[in-house]
Nanobody, 125 residues
Framework: QVQLAESGGGSVQPGGSLRLSCVAS??????VGWFRQPPGKEREGVAV????????NYATSVKGRFTISQDNAENTVYLQMNNLTPEDTAMYYC????????????????????WGKGTQVTVSS
């Protein structure tokens, strides 16, 4: 069993930065992803890291602005978000899968068995 807890959300102005954290308790997870769900829209994948290899994957909309990283000693996965825009406003969720996911599966929420409760990110002036 894996439990995930996100933190770090908040309200920022356009162009600002936030760093989200996802602390995982338990073990036996091999892929960790950050997903987001804007109001009235479907959940979408933002960034995924494969725990063993450290390989990272990014959605086109965030590539070059967001960075996913991990601290294995702290069982924590981070999402550094820079140059935020109002379009980044959403509830952000951390998710973990027991599988080593490849494309395109790593972008599918149904491939992740464990989810956090989410942290809200609001970007507005």
């Amino acid at each position: 069993q894996v439990q995930l807890a996100e933190s770090g959300g908040g309200s920022v102005q356009p162009g600002g930065s936030l760093r989200l954290s996802c602390v995982a308790s338990g073990w036996l997870y091999n892929s960790v992803g950050w997903f987001r769900q804007p109001p009235g829209k479907e959940r979408e994948g933002v960034a995924v890291i494969i725990v063993g290899s450290g390989n990272t994957n990014y959605a086109t909309s965030v590539k070059g602005r967001f960075t996913i990283s991990q601290d294995n000693a702290e069982n924590t996965v981070y999402l550094q978000m820079n140059n935020l825009t109002p379009e980044d406003t959403a509830m952000y969720y951390c998710a973990a899968s027991t599988a080593v996911l490849g494309r395109p599966a790593l972008w599918s929420p149904s491939e992740y068995q464990y989810w956090g409760k989410g942290t809200q990110v609001t970007v507005s002036s």
